[in-house]
Structure formats: structure tokens, C-alpha cells
């Protein structure tokens, strides 16, 4: 049976350590986790927060269908979690965390990748930065950098 996905998309901040230690808590058959944070970078001093907006309801399911075919692709995978934040964050702050446990780490680290690649592509988030000398320079548009990471899972 394929790991159920722990997807959630809060404004509230996380504890990494305690979301790690929630996916081997009281198990015995997982040898691997492996775990990907996102943080909001400052970009050389030019930002003062970044901020995401998304279509409640909509990212959390598009991302539980995400986290659901990699559970499918890799179905040794004992746990999966994603957590995205949205709001403002400032420079430093945990954006996203995509977490993966199996009892061995090719599988967690292929399912952590693939699930970066494909939020990154397909979760609905909307990021506006928000410049440190004041005013914002606009929503960040799509990259195609990020289509081509995801576009490598599809062969």
C-alpha cells in the first residue's frame, strides 16, 4: 500500500526537526529520510520578504496529486510530507518542506527531488517580492529552468 501523503499549506511556520522525527517516529523499517527545505533568500540585499499567495483549496489538492504519484513512482516510500507556506516571509524564512521516508535512501531522495521539481511546476503559488528600499518589483514570473527539471521525470 503507497504511503498517504501529509500535505499541508499553512501561513504558520514549521519545525523541520519535528516534522523529520514525525515521519520514523515508532517505526523500525525506515532506513532513509531525506528532506528538502525552501528558504526566502534575501537576493544580495535586495529583498525584504518575499510574499506567495494561493488558491486555497486548489494547491492543496494539486500538491496531494503530486505527493500521491510519488508515492505510486517510489512504493516503498513509508511517508511523504509537504508542507508550503504562504504570506509574507522575510529573508531566511522556511518556505517549504518536502520530506520522504523509505528503508533505503535511493527511493527518499528520488521521490524528494521529484516532488520539488513538480511543485515548483505545477502547486498554484503566486510569489511578489517586496524590496528592501521600500515598494515591490512585481510578481516572479515561471522559469523554464523549472519546467526543464520536471520535464526530465516525463521520459
Known amino acids: 500500500m503507497p504511503a498517504v ?5 499553512q501561513a504558520d511556520d514549521f519545525d523541520v526537526g519535528a516534522e523529520i522525527e ?11 529520510v ?3 527545505l525552501g528558504l526566502c533568500r534575501d537576493e544580495g540585499g535586495r529583498l525584504a520578504a518575499l510574499e506567495l499567495e494561493h488558491y486555497p ?3 492543496e489538492a494539486e500538491i496531494g496529486r503530486v505527493a500521491a504519484e510519488a508515492a505510486l513512482r517510489w512504493p516503498d ?6 508542507i508550503h507556506r504562504f504570506g509574507r516571509i522575510a529573508p531566511g524564512g522556511r518556505i517549504v518542506l518536502v520530506a520522504t521516508a523509505s528503508p533505503h535512501r535511493g527511493s527518499a531522495f528520488a521521490a524528494a527531488e521529484f516532488l520539488m521539481d ?5 502547486a498554484p503559488f503566486w510569489k511578489k517580492e517586496h524590496l528592501a ?4 518589483a512585481g510578481w516572479v ?4 529552468a523549472d519546467d526543464e527539471q520536471a520535464g526530465r521525470w516525463r521520459r
Open 133 to 136: 528600499e521600500g515598494g515591490d
Open 57 to 59: 483549496g486548489m494547491a
Open 22 to 32: 514525525r515521519l520514523h517516529a515508532g517505526r523500525r523499517d525506515v532506513g532513509a
Open 141 to 144: 514570473a515561471a522559469k523554464s
Open 34 to 36: 531525506a528532506s528538502f
Open 5 to 9: 501523503p501529509d500535505v499541508r499549506v
Open 118 to 122: 513538480f511543485l515548483k511546476t505545477r
Open 77 to 82: 516510500l513509508t511517508a511523504v510530507t509537504v
